[in-house]
Each structure stands twice: as C-alpha cells, then as structure tokens.
C-alpha cells in the first residue's frame, strides 16, 4: 500500500523526501541518492509491464498502464512502509483513477503559499511570473519532461481541494510555511503517522543539519542535482515579495481566494 507525498509542484515535496531520508540515513544525505519516495512516474515501472518500448506509447496508452505500473512499483521497492512522490491531483482521465483508493493507505499534502509558488516555479521552468499565473489557473495544465510521462495539474486551486477535501483515505496536511519554522517537528509528526515508534530526537536533529539550505547548495554545487529540469541551481531563490509586483500578487489572491482562506494565507499588500 501506497503513502502519497502529493504536492503541487514547488511546494516542498523535495525538501521533505530529503528531510526523510537524511533520516532514515542518520544524518547523512546524498541529494541523488533518495531511495525513500520513489516517484510514481519513473519509465522503469512502466517498462517493465509494457508490451511496447514506452518511447511508442502514447499519453493514453501510458494512462491505461498506471494501475500495473504502480503495483509494479509497490512489488518492486525495497523501502517499507511505500513512500511516493506526485504530483497528479486526486482524479481520473478516461475512467482510469490516478490516485487508486485500492492501492493507497494514506497521503501527506505539501502544501505552500501560492504567491511563493508562483515566483518558485517560474523561476525553476525559466518563464515569466506572469506564464506561471497563467499555468495556475488553468483547469487542464500538465506538466511532463517527455510526452508520455506527464503529471495533470489542474489550477492550483483544484490541485489542492482535491488533496484536502478527499474523504477516500486519510490525508494529513504539511505546510511548507511549518517545514521553514520547525523542520525538526514536523518531519517526527509525519513519522508518528506513518507508524514508526522509537523515533531518535537526535537523529531528527541530525537529518534537519543535513538539510539545511546551506548544505543542500553545497551539494549541488559539487555533484549537480539529477531531479533539476535544466543547467540552474533548484536550491535557491528570492523570496516572493522580492518578485512578485502588486498586480500579480492580486491576480493570484483573486484566483485562488477560497483555498487561500481556507488555508489561512491571508492577502498581503505589498
């Protein structure tokens, strides 16, 4: 059985794998080496119960295998309990569900202040803060490296109340904004849900040295980072206010009001 950490992306789904396995590894990280948090989408799993090479397959034929991908992956990870990184919103496409309730024990949501969001992710696609907005609000975005091996977004709005308003299995909610004030006691909650017992406060505090902002720009800068989508640095960046002008930060606010409120982002004049 599956435990999702879901995220729309740059959201803070990667700093908690990392936080999770510098754990798992007392204290010692390789940011190319996270074996706790597979990713649903890699082509292995795909492969290995596709009748075709996948670079033959199409986006709906890459649908269809998802179900047997995914048991594939739950076979075929070593790591127990199952811990995997989306980035897909809780729905379906042609019937086929993307989250599957028979697969799935439960879901930790990553969750970030959409202002932030927007100015991260324009930033780590190199496009325009005013592109990104765009690509938040619009109900049928995907994203994807390849044409097969895509995740469907939606608007932030729908990514996000289709993860916290789902009542199929247990959801608990992580905010980034939490992560930025006590890393340390949030990663012991997500532990305590997931079951672990005997949790080592030392080790904690060990796995939150190693996933400081400065240490994980220090590895990059030596070993580059594999999950990075192109030649930049993915540690790093300015703040949203810094960003974001005070039209932009209003169109997000207006987009994504409902959710914003329900999460207690509050509208910030800049």
């Not at 082509?43 to 709906?60: C, F, G, N």
Request: hydrophobic residues 40%; contains cysteine; negative net charge.
């Amino acid at each position: 059985m599956i435990t999702w950490l879901a995220s729309y992306p740059k959201s803070g789904n990667t700093w908690v794998r990392l936080l999770i396995n510098a754990y798992f590894n007392d204290g010692h990280l390789d940011i190319n080496r996270l074996p706790w948090g597979t990713g649903d989408n890699r082509p292995y799993y795909y492969q290995a119960v596709s009748p075709k090479p996948i670079q033959q397959l199409t986006r709906e034929e890459i649908v269809l295998l998802r179900p047997a991908a995914l048991l594939n992956l739950i076979e075929g990870v070593a790591q127990k309990p199952l811990l995997v990184k989306t980035h897909h919103v809780v729905g379906s496409i042609n019937d086929i569900p993307l989250i599957p309730l028979i697969m799935t024990k439960r879901a930790f949501y990553i969750v970030r202040d959409p202002r932030a969001v927007c100015a991260s992710y324009a930033r780590h696609m190199d496009i325009s803060i005013d592109e990104s907005i765009g690509q938040m609000r619009d109900p049928e975005w995907t994203i994807g490296e390849t044409a097969q091996f895509f995740h469907t977004l939606s608007t932030w709005s729908s990514h996000v109340s289709s993860w916290i308003n789902c009542e199929a299995f247990p959801v608990h909610l992580v905010k980034y904004e939490n992560l930025i004030d006590d890393p340390g006691r949030v990663l012991r909650g997500m532990l305590e849900r997931i079951g672990f017992e005997d949790i080592d406060d030392d080790r904690i505090q060990r796995a939150v040295d190693a996933c400081t902002l400065r240490n994980l720009q220090m590895q990059e800068a030596e070993h580059g980072f594999e999950e990075s989508p192109r030649d930049l640095h993915f540690f790093g960046g300015k703040p949203w206010q810094q960003v974001l002008t005070e039209e932009q930060v209003h169109r997000i606010e207006s987009d994504h009001k409902s959710i914003m409120d329900q999460l207690g982002y509050d509208p910030i004049t800049l």
